[in-house]
């Protein structure tokens, strides 16, 4: 059974930093692209940082230069570090593992960001 883990949200003040996790079981994470998406109250859940099984990374504009994608294989978790954060970052965020037409979703973390 697959499982994907998300963890790290919570209410944080304008300015601010979060690291989301999520942790991956019962699936060969290292071949897996990970990413991380987010969706909005009344917004459609839209990509923010994804990392291949190279360990090559892609941003939405929106967070570039704020927001850090990582993975540890070995542990398999892949990590969101949230820099500078905005009010408008305010999400459920969720991890996405994807490879080949097959792919996972964990159940998502609240992020939530006061001004």
């Known amino acids: 059974q697959v499982q994907l883990v998300e963890s790290g949200g919570g209410l944080v003040q304008a300015g601010g930093s979060l690291r989301l996790s999520c942790a991956g079981s019962?699936?060969?994470?290292?071949?897996?692209?990970m990413g991380w998406y987010r969706q909005a109250p009344g917004k459609q859940r839209e990509l923010v940082a994804v990392?291949?099984?190279?360990?090559?990374?892609n941003y939405e504009d929106s967070v570039k230069g704020r927001f850090t994608i990582s993975r540890d294989n070995p542990k398999n978790t892949v990590y969101l570090q949230m820099n500078s954060l905005k009010p408008e970052d305010t999400a459920v965020y969720y991890c996405?593992?994807?490879?080949?037409?097959?792919?996972?979703w964990g159940k998502g973390t609240l992020v939530t960001v006061s001004s």
């Open positions: 990392i291949t099984n190279g360990g090559s990374t």
């Open positions: 019962g699936i060969n994470f290292s071949i897996y692209a």
């Open positions: 996405n593992a994807y490879r080949g037409g097959r792919e996972y």
